[in-house]
């Protein structure tokens, strides 16, 4: 069977992961452990990866009972409350939040204080309990909104002010089309429209992914896409490459690809998402042209 294999230059981790994984390697190569606040990346196979380097992942419980320690941030970042028992509990904290993120963090805590003063509502457009959203809703000690889908703005009180945000990795489209929604119902409603603001927070090495990968997906007749099964960003990726190529798989380990996916003459798109190391998509490549053999 001839097949004709590319591998997405675009994927791949995003800046803000590779800096965190560079600098957790950095630090394991003098050290024998290094403490992960919450999985580095949401990938097992890399973790797999970076476990045998020593890298060690705990949760909040774990982090309170340690002492006189290293504690690793990862690029998702942090709320207030973990610098808060790091400095408790003298541990010496190596952050590796993204800058995006942090730049973020910083003007959702700014545009809050703004907000309150008008008595205004604070929506964060992203998946409830994801690292990021909990770093984000932590700059305001949780007194925020979590917007999943569109249905979920039924709970929004449309006659007073509204600031939103989006995590940094949703679809750019998805919030451009929430953001209509609620304009709309403002309007509708009588509501302050003068006092709506819709902040644009995707990242924008993340958003640039989608309209590349819709040109990527079209151009090939089959696409294996290589993501961890945590990966939030994996799915919304994954969903746009199905939505132009119905010929689209989604994987994690080399032994879920199958021979029958193929057919001679096939040009197969290998693609991933931003938690998917760049050797992963190499590794799936050579597993397809293995069993083109």
């Given at each position: 069977m001839e097949l004709k294999i590319d591998i997405d230059t675009h994927s791949g981790f995003c800046y803000g992961v590779v800096r965190a994984i560079e600098q957790a390697e950095k630090y394991l190569g003098e050290n024998k452990e290094l403490h992960s606040l919450g999985s580095i990346v949401h990938n097992n196979i890399e973790i797999s990866r970076l476990r045998e380097k020593g890298l060690k992942t705990?949760?909040?419980?774990q982090m309170s009972g340690m002492k006189d320690s290293v504690v690793f941030i990862r690029a998702h970042g942090e709320p207030p409350s973990s610098y808060k028992i790091a400095k408790e509990n003298n541990l010496k904290i190596i952050d590796c939040t993204c800058p995006v993120v942090l730049k973020l963090q910083e003007r959702v805590k700014k545009n809050y204080r703004e907000l309150k003063q008008i008595d205004g509502q604070l929506l964060i457009f992203g998946k409830n309990g994801h690292a990021e959203v909990n770093g984000l809703i932590g700059q305001v000690d949780g007194d925020a909104s979590i917007i999943e889908k569109q249905a979920d703005i039924?709970?929004?009180?449309?006659m007073r002010p509204i600031y939103i945000f989006s995590q940094t990795t949703k679809d750019p489209e998805q919030y451009k089309k929430l953001c209509s929604a609620i304009r709309d119902r403002i309007v509708s409603a009588g509501g302050p429209i003068d006092k709506f603001r819709a902040f644009n927070t995707t990242c924008g090495q993340v958003s640039s992914r989608h309209p590349h990968l819709k040109e990527f997906s079209k151009n090939?007749?089959?696409?294996?896409?290589?993501?961890?099964?945590?990966?939030?960003?994996?799915?919304?990726?994954?969903?746009?490459?199905?939505?132009?190529?119905?010929?689209?798989?989604k994987i994690e380990n080399m032994d879920e690809i199958e021979a029958s996916w193929f057919k001679d003459g096939d040009t197969v798109g290998v693609c991933g998402a931003t938690s998917?190391?760049?050797?992963?998509?190499?590794?799936?490549?050579?597993?397809i042209r293995q069993l083109s053999l």
């Amino acid at each position: 069977m001839e097949l004709k294999i590319d591998i997405d230059t675009h994927s791949g981790f995003c800046y803000g992961v590779v800096r965190a994984i560079e600098q957790a390697e950095k630090y394991l190569g003098e050290n024998k452990e290094l403490h992960s606040l919450g999985s580095i990346v949401h990938n097992n196979i890399e973790i797999s990866r970076l476990r045998e380097k020593g890298l060690k992942t705990i949760n909040y419980e774990q982090m309170s009972g340690m002492k006189d320690s290293v504690v690793f941030i990862r690029a998702h970042g942090e709320p207030p409350s973990s610098y808060k028992i790091a400095k408790e509990n003298n541990l010496k904290i190596i952050d590796c939040t993204c800058p995006v993120v942090l730049k973020l963090q910083e003007r959702v805590k700014k545009n809050y204080r703004e907000l309150k003063q008008i008595d205004g509502q604070l929506l964060i457009f992203g998946k409830n309990g994801h690292a990021e959203v909990n770093g984000l809703i932590g700059q305001v000690d949780g007194d925020a909104s979590i917007i999943e889908k569109q249905a979920d703005i039924e709970s929004i009180d449309f006659m007073r002010p509204i600031y939103i945000f989006s995590q940094t990795t949703k679809d750019p489209e998805q919030y451009k089309k929430l953001c209509s929604a609620i304009r709309d119902r403002i309007v509708s409603a009588g509501g302050p429209i003068d006092k709506f603001r819709a902040f644009n927070t995707t990242c924008g090495q993340v958003s640039s992914r989608h309209p590349h990968l819709k040109e990527f997906s079209k151009n090939h007749s089959v696409i294996i896409f290589v993501t961890g099964k945590e990966s939030s960003n994996g799915r919304i990726l994954y969903e746009v490459c199905l939505a132009e190529n119905p010929r689209s798989y989604k994987i994690e380990n080399m032994d879920e690809i199958e021979a029958s996916w193929f057919k001679d003459g096939d040009t197969v798109g290998v693609c991933g998402a931003t938690s998917t190391p760049k050797w992963l998509l190499e590794k799936a490549a050579g597993h397809i042209r293995q069993l083109s053999l």
